[in-house]
C-alpha cells in the first residue's frame, strides 16, 4: 500500500505524530504547513486523501478546502478536517466547507489510521 496522504497542519508535533503512524502503516506521507503550501501540494502530488487542519496560516483550512474542491482536476480527492474545532456544529461547517470526514483534536492516532484505511478502502486513487 502506498498511497500519498497529505498532512496539512502548522503544529510539528500533530504533523510529527501522523506521519508516523501513517508511514508505519504503509502509507506514503507529504507534509505542507499552512493552507497555501496543501493547496499547492494537493495540485502538484495529488494524494490519495487530505487530512487538513481548519486553523493555520497564511489560508485558514477551510478556504483551503474550498478552493481544493472547487479546482476540477483535485476536487475528487477526499479531505478530513483535522482539527482542534470541536465545537457543536463546527464538523456541520467542516462538511460545508468540503471535507468528507472530520477528525478532532487531540485524537488516538489508532483510530485515525483507521479512519484512513476506510476511507481508501472506499474506491479512492492509490496516488
Known sequence: MSAKILVADDDYDNRTIIR???EAAGYQVLEAVNGLEAVEKTLAEK???ILLD???PKLNGWEAAKRIKQTPEIAGIPIFAF???ALAG???KA???GCNDYISKP???REVLQKVRDC???GASDG
Open 20 to 22: 508516523q503512524v501513517l
Open 47 to 49: 494524494p490519495a486523501l
Open 54 to 56: 481548519l486553523s493555520m
Open 83 to 85: 482539527t482542534a474545532h
Open 90 to 92: 463546527d464538523n456541520i
Open 95 to 97: 462538511i460545508a466547507a
Open 107 to 109: 485524537c488516538v492516532p
Open 120 to 122: 481508501l478502502k472506499g
